[in-house]
């Protein structure tokens, strides 16, 4: 995956430069696409452990979020300014790796995932295809794609935490890193208009107060004689220190008249 070092070090500011990129970047995603084909393995090999009905929203969702940023990255490399291509790109080439793990942990869960963007990502792309090269294109890229990943953040912050799959689960926290990545190189273009972002909801419901501990006599017993142990022990120690300190104190005057006689 493109480390934030190496995306701040490729060069596009050159026209030249870029010109001569495009081919290879195009290379390289055809390649990447059919590697991406290949990559689950054969059907023979899936597994049908089970998967609950928030694990698949999750496999969708990243799913979708690929089959949409996938091509805007691609439109950003032709339409945006230099910096929106940088970012383009590395959102291109990100979401390329992550849709490979999903739909490798999607076959692997029998938990099938879409081919198609949603309607409302089609029309986000529709609305990419109209907008004019430059800065009318950097502003609905940015913007489009900054408010998406916010709302598929929080989606998978949620799954991630309430999972009981382990796979899922390491799959959830690679896909929040990267969406949180992207929406860092997003908001760098100084494109964002936050005041359009929804409103954070935060739940104010108090936290829940715990079971109650509900000792048996039995256990009750076994605390009572730790509190009589752990409390013996710290009351020996502290008459240690206490002794130790009165001979400590008792010592100096004599070593004080001793030295004095020898003066």
Known sequence: MLSASEFAGLDFDQPSAL???????????????????????STSTAQ?????????????KVRQAGLWEMPS???AMEKGSPLVQKVGFAIMMDHGRLDVATRALSQKLNSPVP??????QRGWLAEEMAASPGPEFDRV?????????GQVFAVLAQLRAGTRNDDVRAFATVGNQAVMRHMTMLESTGMVDYTALPAP???????????????DP???????????LLGGGLFYVLRQVKSNRSRARAA???TARAGGGRG
């Open 19 to 41: 010109e001569r990129s495009r081919p290879l970047v195009r290379i390289l995603f055809v390649l990447a696409a059919v590697l991406a084909l290949l990559a689950p393995g």
């Open 48 to 60: 049908t452990t089970t998967v609950s009905d928030t694990d698949a929203v999750l496999l969708t």
């Open 73 to 75: 990255g691609m439109m």
């Open 115 to 120: 081919d198609q963007p949603s309607d409302e």
């Open 141 to 149: 890229f940015a913007n489009r794609l900054r408010a998406a990943h």
């Open 201 to 215: 909801s935060v739940s104010t419901t108090a936290a829940p107060t715990g079971i109650q501990l509900g000792l």
């Open 218 to 228: 039995s256990q009750i017993a076994v605390v009572a004689a730790l509190f009589l």
């Open 252 to 254: 100096r005057p004599a």
